[in-house]
């Protein structure tokens, strides 16, 4: 069995990172939607998709330098 490279891991990463987005999205549209504020859900969803990005944008310097 063979490791994924770092360039896979990336895409992974990034697909990991637009899930997120999506998600944050879906709960914003709903608050919106009910008059609510925005929900500590969505700053904890934030957070992890800055991480991931971080994750990412890390491995990427490595396949290039």
């Known amino acids: 069995m063979t490791s994924p490279s770092h360039d896979d891991i990336v895409e992974q990463l990034e697909a990991i990172s637009e899930r997120l987005g999506d998600m944050s999205m879906v709960l914003l549209r709903d608050a919106i939607e009910s008059g609510q504020p925005r ?15 971080k994750a990412a944008d890390l491995l990427r310097r490595l396949s290039s330098g």
Not at 39 to 53: G, K, M, Y
Request: glycine residues 0%; charged residues 40%.
């Open 39 to 53: 929900p500590s859900e969505d700053r904890t969803l934030t957070q992890a998709r800055r991480a991931v990005d």
